[in-house]
C-alpha cells in the first residue's frame, strides 16, 4: 500500500494541495494504515541502505542501472 500512497501523495501536490490538506484527505481515505512523513523517511532510507549494500556487494551492481543517459550507458 506504500507505494499506492506514494503516487497519490505526489497527484496532491501536482493539484496543488499543501501537506496538511494531503495528510487530511490520506488520513480519511487509509486511516490508521495512513503514511506519515516519518513512515515515508524511514522507508526511503531503507531502500538506500539496501542499494548502497548491494553496490558494495556486487561489482556489477552499477551496471544495472538504467538512466535514460544515452552517453552513460
Known sequence: MAIEQSANIIFCLKLGK???EEY???KSVYG???L???DEKHA???HCKDMLRSAQ???KFTKL???GD???C
Open 65 to 67: 542501472i538504467v538512466t
Open 18 to 20: 499543501t501537506a496538511g
Open 57 to 59: 556487494s556486487d561489482t
Open 36 to 38: 506519515s512523513a516519518g
Open 44 to 46: 526511503r532510507v531503507e
Open 70 to 72: 544515452e552517453i552513460w
Open 24 to 26: 487530511n484527505m490520506m
Open 32 to 34: 490508521s494504515d495512513c
